[in-house]
């Protein structure tokens, strides 16, 4: 079924990809597929089992996106490919190297259980990573037992266009799946239907078996490849959320600030709300990409304050604007 299905993509992907080339991030809310995982060093993190977690994983993989794409308009390419292409080349002179992306890969075991504790976030970032993330390099394979609709939304069929089912007990859950009967005919055992964008019909394959002691052989290769000095991994994720939080009610305690001001620069945002001049130079960027401050005038002048007033005093739409989602 699913669970062999993602063992044998995984121990395949562990065959031919080293941990500079190729990196993992697992979620297993039933905690008894992937952890056998944890420690081949491909691994961001260890397996999530918490739903908390999940939810800051795939916000890290977001912002991950959009850093890389950043990096990509730096040095004008479009994709990942080009990009570490140029990464062989010898930088110019007063250019900085360009340091190689590893492809990473999400794997979701078993979609049902995040779709019923918080389905509309996690519709949401897994759609935005499924369109936007691939030329950035980073995949998603996500499977279920439960091709229900509310679980496989229409949004969600949508931005995944291959798609694999095995054997299901009813044409409505191959349509689910696949907008097709058929699946409801399978033999079990591998037996499967695929189904590709660069393919007009379904295709029928047999997958194939890889056993545990294989698994734990791969495993044990690349954990023997780990220094044992090295110190343990901490998910780039931890406290992603929390601190996200904490970004945006500063973002409210600036607006309070700068309410009844017409300029006002990154020391005096230092000042006022007590915080390092890093975190307030960063700060004063979130301002200013949300419409609140103007660019650096320059020549000690600071920025403009571009906060608009009703007849009431009120903050018009910049504010409304700033506290919108950051996704």
């Known amino acids: 079924g699913k669970s062999v299905c993602i063992n044998t993509i995984i121990t395949g992907l562990l065959m031919r990809y080293g ?38 994983a795939l916000t890290w993989l977001l912002l991950e996106m959009d850093d890389r794409y950043q990096s990509f308009k730096a040095v004008g390419v479009r994709n990942v490919e080009t990009y570490n292409a140029l990464a062989g080349k010898k930088p110019k002179k007063g250019e900085e190297p360009i340091t190689p992306l590893p492809y990473i890969v999400l794997v979701i075991d078993e979609l049902a259980d995040l779709m019923m504790t918080a389905a509309d976030d996690i519709e949401r970032q897994l759609c935005r990573l499924a369109q936007m993330a691939r030329a950035t390099g980073i ?16 949004l969600i069929k949508a931005n995944f266009p291959t798609r694999i089912a095995f054997s299901v007990t009813s044409q409505i859950d191959s349509r689910v799946i696949l907008d097709a009967v058929g699946a409801e005919r ?23 078996l890889v056993t545990d002691p294989e698994i734990n052989a791969v495993v044990a290769f690349w954990k023997a490849q780990v220094p044992a000095d090295r110190p343990p991994v ?40 007590k915080i390092g001049y890093p975190k307030a130079a960063r700060l004063m960027e979130d301002l200013e990409k949300k419409g609140i401050v103007g660019p650096d005038m320059g020549g000690g ?6 906060l608009a007033k009703d007849e009431d005093g009120e903050d018009g739409d910049e504010e409304s604007e700033a506290e919108s989602e950051l996704f």
């Not at 991030?25 to 999940?54: A, C, F, R, W």
């Not at 079990?188 to 394959?205: E, I």
Request: aromatic share 2%; glycine share 8%; with cysteine.
């Open 19 to 56: 941990p500079e080339s190729l990196r993992f991030v697992m979620v297993d809310p039933k905690m008894v597929e992937l952890p056998g995982y944890n420690s081949v060093p491909h691994m961001i993190g260890k397996v999530i089992t918490e739903m908390d977690q999940v939810m800051g």
């Open 139 to 154: 995949h998603l394979i996500i499977a279920t037992q439960r091709p229900s609709t509310d679980v496989v939304t229409g």
């Open 186 to 208: 399978l033999l079990g055992r591998g037996d499967m239907l695929l189904m590709r964008p660069d393919v007009a019909k379904l295709q029928r394959v047999q997958g194939c």
């Open 234 to 273: 901490v998910a780039p994720w931890t406290g992603l959320l929390d601190q996200m939080d904490d970004e945006d009610g500063l973002i409210q305690d600036a607006i309070a600030v700068l309410r009844d001001l017409e300029s006002c620069s990154t020391s005096m945002l230092q000042r006022k709300l």
């Open 301 to 306: 002048q600071g920025r403009e304050v571009l």
